[in-house]
């Protein structure tokens, strides 16, 4: 059973950057595709970026399109990583890691069957 940590979410000012983790442990096995969505209050829950067990990735929409949110992976740490820069008070919202045992990314939260508990990023003077 795989499991997912997310850390690294905290209170910061507007144009400043965060890096969340997202670590894995339990058996999972390659293939896979780990995603980051964001919940912003009120709002749906949205993707953010996507990378796979063969190093391909994808950004989403206007927060991970915008290149300011890149994403990375640490096989040896069994880790993934979202660098949040330029941070927007539009930005505030709980970042959930997701995985999937396919080498292929999708935007759709029901693509995937293990889940983080989330962390907070909240963007604000």
């Known amino acids: 059973q795989l499991h997912l940590a997310e850390s690294g979410g905290d209170l910061v000012q507007p144009g400043g950057s965060l890096r969340l983790s997202c670590a894995m442990s339990?058996?999972?096995?390659?293939?896979?595709?780990i995603i980051w969505f964001r919940q912003a209050p009120g709002k749906e829950r949205e993707a953010v970026a996507c990378i796979t067990s063969s190093g391909g990735y994808v950004l989403y929409g206007n927060s991970g399109g915008s290149g300011r949110f890149p994403i990375s992976q640490d096989n040896a740490k069994r880790t993934v990583f979202l660098d949040l820069n330029g941070l927007q008070p539009e930005d505030t919202a709980v970042y959930y890691c997701?995985?999937?045992?396919?080498?292929?990314?999708?935007?759709?939260?029901?693509?995937?069957?293990?889940w983080g508990r989330g962390t907070q990023v909240t963007v604000s003077t």
């Open positions: 997701a995985a999937r045992n396919r080498n292929q990314c999708d935007p759709h939260e029901n693509s995937y069957a293990f």
């Open positions: 339990g058996f999972f096995g390659s293939p896979y595709a």
